[in-house]
């Protein structure tokens, strides 16, 4: 009888074992990490609409300093590119697509916050950046947070740290609109719909700079956002590997030649590593 793949013998003789299939297989057991590493694969979740980050182009290629940073890592557990799944991770999903198993882990702009330890871990941080807001280029009316005022329509993706800080520090002064995807915000402002987009400086930047100089970053940053890799909670083995992967990163200088081939000067700021945290 022909064995299926995921099929094992024990390295001590006896009778032999079985592993089950990978993801969406069913029965009791989930497949872990490791198990995919064996098989050489992983399946790891992006963003496919966020210039320069997370971009899925025309082709079905992708790109992005995400990209990049999730190609290095699984690099370093083994995985060449053509191992890699990539996996579209909306925002309010990325939770619930670790938890079930979906993804190996997340690179998608993934801010580190309390709430969401709760229910994954996270690697890293990989980058850090802060919330800013972006406006059409002739506009004057909006500086920067502080003029936040006289009810304006502020976008932001629903589920997103950016609309959370909004809710908590300016409802009484915009109006938030939340949507499903931050190139849904940019459309919207492109066509009037709303006065600005807030969310963190480096995904602003990437579509300020798709847009043909139509768009502009105002004001300074006015949060700290911590990117982190997400992944399954509890599992502390695969998180140091790919602490252990960030770090060589930055070190052998790839973390940086990767911001600047897919992000480059962002703001005039200097290009700073983050200290990888491991709780």
């Not at 699984?74 to 993804?103: S, Y």
């Amino acid at each position: 009888m022909e064995r299926p793949s995921w099929w094992s013998e024990p390295l001590w003789g006896g009778p032999p074992t079985s592993r089950p299939p990978p993801r969406g297989g069913g029965g009791p057991y989930a497949a872990t990490v490791d198990d995919h590493l064996r098989e050489g694969k992983l399946t790891i979740g992006i963003k496919f609409d966020q210039p320069g980050l997370g971009f899925r182009d025309t082709d079905g290629s992708y790109q992005g300093y995400d990209v990049k940073i999730a190609e290095y890592v699984a690099g370093k557990l083994g995985v060449r590119p053509e191992g890699i799944t990539f996996k579209e991770a909306p925002t309010a999903q990325r939770e619930t697509m670790i938890m079930n198993g979906d993804v190996d882990f997340i690179v998608a702009t993934y801010s580190i916050t309390d709430e969401r330890k709760k229910k994954v871990d996270f690697a890293g941080p990989y980058f850090v950046a802060g919330q800013a807001l972006l406006v059409k280029k002739e506009n004057t009316d909006i500086t920067g947070v502080e003029s936040l005022t006289g009810n304006k329509k502020l976008c932001s993706v629903e589920g997103s740290t950016p609309a959370q800080y909004v809710k908590d520090n300016y409802a009484k002064d915009v109006q938030l609109v939340e949507v499903d995807t931050y190139s849904r915000c940019i459309d919207a402002l492109r066509s009037g719909s709303v006065d600005a987009v807030t969310t963190d400086d480096i995904i602003l930047a990437g579509f300020a700079g798709q847009a043909s100089g139509e768009l502009k970053l105002v004001g300074d940053t006015f949060t700290t956002e911590k990117y982190g890799i997400g992944l399954k909670k509890g599992d502390q083995e695969t998180r140091a590997k790919i602490n252990d992967a960030i770090e060589e990163m930055i070190a052998d200088g790839s973390w940086k030649r990767a911001f600047e081939e897919t992000i480059g000067p962002l703001r005039d700021s200097t290009l700073t590593p983050p200290a990888v945290d491991r709780y």
